[in-house]
DNA sequence: GTTTAAATCAAACAACCGTTTAACTGCTTT
DNA sequence: AAAGCAGTTAAACGGTTGTTTGATTTAAAC
């Protein structure tokens, strides 16, 4: 069976985004998926190689879509900025496990290799964001801000309310175990307000 | 002595930012603080209520800040948001170790009263910025914004920067190793924009 | 100077950690 | 039928974990 490798990968997902990397054992993840204890070292080495499998699995989804959106001509900056928001939200909302995982370890992960790896792949994301920002600019459709927080309050908003699910689940009245209906009433929320706020935030009519 | 307490709070603070909290051990913390190991258990009677007591220790500073704040009549709804954003920075940027902590850990912890104890702090200051939102909306200054997700915006900017540090140190060419640095550099320019961000976002004129 | 209690320490505790071993399965290839 | 091999297993490995013990020091109270 070559799924098992997949089952270990969700299992590992799953409780590392739940109880953090080191609050998780390779006995919790074996237990979880169902397998021997010895299969994690035969299939992915070690528990550290495990968590770069994972990263590896997930970013290789999303990988390429950013690049997409920017070498499309046709869109206006607006649109783009539109399309960012959808593809990014949905992304992560849908995601969100690997999201906080990916979010949490930076700052605690030990291995360089790692850290380089996860500050990559988001330096990556970050320079395609800028790209349509400076475009925006270039045309004189958005205004002059600080490029770095406007990216980070994007990110940051999503990081929030991803990495604080129950809490935002609470406050806005969300049966945080209903997986489906946190999805439908929480990806449109974020999408309208991220796309409001850009759009008061970029504007070149808004300078202050 | 009795501010050998403290110096281990202070360690654990540190090492728990650094290394998340399974992945600090005592031995890391005694070692750091230069105490012997068992003085730990010793005052704080176990690791779990070591961070019970580093919460409760550093929740104690900011408590009633933004009451009194909420208190003061004479100031606009656009002073408040003023004033609450450079309250909000100096704390954060101030402590990013603690705030490090308390963003990892909620999802993370699995005491259920530590869990309780982090939601009912956030929750405590979400209810008062959502009060000078409201009064805002009230006098007819502020428009109609999505409210949880807007303080989840300033919240998660500043998460996001606090988490992400080495990150945001390296895209704004600030040495991450210089504290004095950091602070100086970092707190106006995250100020000046979410101050700017709020202003586009929430003025009645921006209405979309 | 004796008493008493708090503070400190090295050592030990059992439990758990990530990883390895070596035996054993089922299945394909010769 | 024998050989080979990836998949699977229970058991064991040495090391680390959080916590406790019991002896020893310190310092204040009488």
């Not at 070498?71 to 649109?79: C, G």
């Not at 939200?89 to 605690?108: G, W």
């Not at 990556?124 to 920002?133: G, L, S, T």
């Not at 406050?171 to 489906?180: A, F, G, Q, T, Y």
Request: charged share 30%; aromatic share 6%; with cysteine.
């Amino acid at each position: 069976m070559k799924d098992k490798r997949v089952h270990i990968l969700d299992s590992a997902e799953a409780l590392f985004a739940e109880k953090g990397f080191d609050g998780t054992s390779v006995r919790d993840i074996a237990g979880h998926a169902g397998v021997n204890l010895a299969m994690i070292s035969y299939y992915f080495g070690s528990k550290e190689k495990l968590l770069v499998a994972l990263i590896a699995h997930r970013s290789s989804y999303t990988h390429g879509i950013l690049e997409e959106l920017n070498k499309d001509e046709k869109l206006s900056p607006w649109n783009k900025i539109e399309r960012l928001i959808d593809l990014y939200v949905d992304k992560i909302v849908n995601n969100y496990k690997f999201h906080c995982i990916m979010t949490m370890h930076l700052p605690t992960i030990q291995s360089d290799d790692i850290r380089e790896m996860i500050t990559d792949i988001k330096i990556r994301n970050f320079e395609q964001i800028k790209k349509i920002i400076n475009e925006g600019q270039k045309n004189k459709v958005f205004r002059k801000v600080d490029m770095e927080l406007t990216v980070g309050c994007v990110m940051g908003t999503l990081t929030q309310v991803t990495l604080s699910k129950s809490l935002y689940c609470r406050l806005m009245h969300i049966d945080k175990n209903d997986e489906e209906g946190y999805r439908e009433k929480m990806i449109p929320k974020i999408k309208a307000h991220l796309k409001e706020l850009l759009k008061a935030h970029l504007d070149i009519k808004n300078q202050n």
